[in-house]
């Protein structure tokens, strides 16, 4: 806790205050007051009645003038010594005074009084700015431009601020943190039971080489949605759509791509989305995105979890899976089954934007690498402002990020899934990431 803030000039060292008495007797000599010197104006002075009888002689009237004399002297010199000892007065300083950090505002002093927010899966707690860890170091332009794609298909809460949004998106770092402070109010993310510390996790976008036919080393078919998805909930499970004729036949001609990799095609269900190289039957390639869209609706089971659970592996990285899988090719389909849930996929092309743009997310907007996670839309509605603070061994994190995008193992108060982005570094530290989780919401005041 800061100590309490101290009147600049007010300190003084012992000589310093022996010298202002001095110059203090000097003003008051030169001014002839009969009164005592450096007496306050504020002070009472009261005189005490002294009963004294008649002398009759001189003699003894002198005595008496002397005695007079000598108290007076003894007042003024009592009266010096206490100014000189003693410390000036100070303006009343309050006893604590929190001191704001560098481009940091002090927390209201009514912080009190904003009311906590009830989500249908989280409770948000107003906190202070000063309570938000590395908020005046985050390079908040980075952030902006992922605000700006939320602002593409904004909720109606956040809508009023678009405008404002893309102005800022030319600021310097501080008129952004500036404006952040006038118009937004921190709210702590908590589970309704009152748990603030949560789990993050990290997710990708897989970048895969693959053919638009059936041909050596491409055999892993990808699919579309097939037409009956809506009339059978849950669809077929992977086993299923592996070995009954009933499910194949519903997939007949909804093949976009095949892959050479089965652990490649389960990456690309998990991760939602993927890039694809797309070698076409006339021997050119193309780039295309595959997004999400839809599922078998069977729940998600992790390959790596199958593998921990039973012993086999202590790295559950897909690096790890794919390694385990070379020594262990006839326990593939068991592994593969252990995942009931298929996702289906839209091929989209990728033009020069959308290349350093990441998939759309959930919301419906591009997501940006490192400055968009996926949440539970129960706790977070989707174009939230999230400042987010994770500790752990793979990376360090205290940054503003955009709530974006949502996934079936994405479920809980304080839950977050952070977009890596794309490529073989993207992937490890997708692949890697697993550490504690805190996170405040920045609400419009």
């Known amino acids: 806790m800061p100590s309490p803030l101290q009147e600049p000039g007010l300190e003084t060292t012992p000589g310093d205050r022996l010298a202002q008495g001095a110059r203090s007797f000097r003003s008051a000599s030169a001014a002839g007051g ?14 005490m009645p002294t009963n004294i009888n008649p002398a009759p002689r001189a003699s003894s ?40 950090l560098p481009g940091m505002r002090a927390a209201p002093a009514d912080l009190d009084r904003v009311a906590a927010l009830v989500q249908p899966r989280s409770r948000w707690v107003p906190a202070a700015w000063s309570d938000l860890p590395g908020f005046a170091e985050d390079s908040l332009f980075e952030a902006w ?26 600021a310097d770092p501080q008129e952004q943190r500036d404006w952040l402070q006038e118009r937004m109010q921190p709210y702590r993310v908590e589970s309704l039971q009152g748990e603030s510390a949560g789990l993050l996790t990290g997710y990708f976008e897989p970048v895969l080489e693959a053919s638009r036919v059936l041909a050596p080393g491409f055999t892993v078919p990808l699919y579309q949605a097939p037409a009956q998805l809506a009339q059978r909930k849950p669809w077929f499970s992977r086993k299923e759509i592996d070995t009954l004729p009933e499910a194949q036949a519903a997939l007949q001609g909804r093949v976009i791509g095949y892959l050479a990799d089965p652990v490649d095609a389960l990456i690309l269900q998990t991760q939602g989305s993927g890039r694809l190289r797309l070698e076409q039957p006339d021997g050119t ?3 295309v995105r595959l997004a999400f869209a839809g599922s078998n609706e069977h729940p998600f089971r992790s390959a790596g979890r199958w593998l921990l659970d039973q012993g086999l592996v202590k790295d559950a990285s897909w690096a790890g899976i794919k390694a385990w899988l070379a020594n262990n090719p006839q ?11 298929v996702v289906f996929f839209r091929e989209e092309r990728i033009d020069g934007n959308d290349a350093v743009w990441g998939p759309r997310g959930a919301q419906g907007v591009a997501l940006t690498p490192g400055r968009s996670i996926a949440v539970d839309p ?13 500790q752990g061994t793979q990376v360090q994190l205290q940054k503003l990020v955009l709530a974006q995008d ?18 073989p570094q993207a992937a490890d530290l997708a692949g890697r990431l697993r550490q504690p989780l805190q996170m405040w919401v920045l609400w419009p005041k």
Request: aromatic content about 8%; glycine content about 6%; hydrophobic content about 40%.
């Open 285 to 287: 390639s193309r780039w």
């Open 331 to 341: 326990r593939q389909q068991e592994l593969l089954w252990s995942n009931p849930r």
């Open 61 to 100: 009237n002198n005595s008496v003038m002397k005695r007079l004399l000598a108290r007076l002297a003894m007042v003024c010199i009592v009266g010096t010594l206490a100014a000189c000892t003693s410390a000036p007065l100070r303006p009343p300083v309050p006893p604590s005074v929190q001191v704001p």
């Open 145 to 170: 431009n992922a605000w700006i794609r939320s602002c593409e298909r904004p909720v109606p809460v956040q809508a009023k601020l678009c405008s404002e949004v893309r102005r800022n998106s030319i």
């Open 406 to 423: 949502t996934g079936q193992a994405i479920t809980g108060a304080v839950r977050a899934d952070y977009f890596t982005g794309w490529g």
């Open 378 to 390: 129960g706790s977070i509605p989707y174009g939230t402002p999230v400042w987010l603070a994770s």
């Open 34 to 47: 009969s009164s005592p010197f450096l007496r306050p104006e504020n002070m009472v002075h009261q005189m």
